[in-house]
């Protein structure tokens, strides 16, 4: 992209040290989770470079998910993300269990209502038949981390109103207390900007990116048991994985 | 939330028919994808409702994926995702063909670098060590999709210079040409803003949502191949995957 060869190296250096000694301030803490950065102009005069490259040092530190920008605020550093295991189908509060964490729920609203076309289809039920619809701010280690909107058969929602949905997972109250057993679950994750509501709930600003989940568990018998939307806050979680590879064709 | 019940349920009734409206508006093709929404002062009037209630409609297709939000700007009709099934490693050219699709991809850049702690602690190399980058901007149908960061061993990148790296994924490079078996990936996937050279490319606003993705693919041995960091729009691409229940704890 650059006219010189040479030119192209020398601004390579000059930002990958930039990047480096950033990582070293942040790593030693002198850059704590979430503060704010220096604005480029006082970097600009502190590395005594220029303020494309600072801004390049600053744009691959953000891909590395080292950093975050806040539109008309500045660069923070990311704070560590609680992580789930994507291959295994498990409640949120056994998975963080698993990893040291603890879990707890609050009940935003439990009502009834009418399936509209979409719910109803996940659930293989007629468009307007009632169904249970829980809405659940969840915590990890006392910090709201996701917004979870479930829907389950009527039947199935009077059972859960007397369930300690506060601190048990919904899959764990299925499979111990009334005995289904629980066979897949099909997903889907994109990203988006959290709506208004959601983003009340999980104290983010306005537009901020979060991982947006619909997810259909079914029973072993292939039963949908259960459809729910999960907004988690993108900048405190993260799903990881593990894929075997399949023999490809050519 | 709401002081009597009575109210609570006519407003439930009244809003869940404003959202019922558009959608009806948006499967008929008045509002097609991408175009914009009315403002909610027009749907107030329209609709003869307070704007709560608008916006508690708008709030819910929000979160259902149907519309999204441009800060500042309005609500616009969200368009069709591509699709990639997570449960699989395969190659993006490969698992857009298996969905219909064209992938071609575009070589942006094409180098040879000093490998920092973190690059090099995903390939097992030492810190420093030179690595090939290469990063390249996938397409979709000729829509741009998403930009690969790729690291591999210099030797590989040598071999991998040579490459139709525009129609071809590395992956089948990997196994068919150069005979090297894959065993599996790691992946980590979060949610988060774009960086500004990133959004350039695939044509986004400042501060739009995309997903983030690290994978480190290894060889059928267990070495380390490839570590890439995946931008994707967060507004063309999903993610789907299906997951088995395994036997929980109580």
Do not use: W
């Not at 990311?78 to 295994?88: E, I, M, N, Y």
């Not at 076309?117 to 990890?140: D, H, M, N, P, S």
């Amino acid at each position: 992209m650059s006219a010189s060869p040479q030119a192209a190296e020398a601004s390579v250096t000059l930002y990958a040290r930039i990047k480096d000694e950033l990582r070293a301030l942040i790593r030693d803490g002198t850059y704590k989770p979430l503060d704010q950065l220096p604005s480029e102009s006082d970097m600009t005069a502190r590395f005594g470079v220029s303020r494309i490259t600072v801004r390049q040092a600053l744009g691959d530190l953000q891909n590395e998910g080292v950093i975050f920008k806040v539109q008309g605020k500045g660069s923070f550093v990311a704070r560590p993300k609680t992580d789930q295991d994507l291959s295994r189908l498990q409640g949120f509060a056994e998975a963080m269990s698993d990893s040291g964490h603890v879990a707890k729920n609050r009940v935003l609203s439990f009502r009834k209502l009418a399936a509209d076309a979409y719910v109803a289809g996940k659930l293989r039920l007629e468009e307007g038949t009632e169904v249970c619809q829980i809405l659940r701010l969840r915590f990890v280690d006392s910090e709201p981390i996701s917004v979870d909107i479930s829907y389950v058969s009527a039947e199935l929602g009077d059972r859960l109103k007397k369930a300690d949905l506060a601190t048990r997972d919904i899959f764990l109250i299925f499979e111990h207390d009334y005995g289904i057993k629980l066979g897949n679950a099909e997903l889907s994750i994109e990203a988006t900007t959290v709506a208004d509501d959601v983003a009340g709930h999980l104290r983010l600003d306005a537009g901020a990116p979060i991982l947006r989940i619909e997810r259909t568990t079914f029973t072993a018998a292939g039963q949908p048991l259960d459809f729910e939307y999960l907004f988690y806050r993108g900048d405190a979680f993260r799903y990881h994985l593990n894929i075997a590879r399949q023999p490809a064709r050519q």
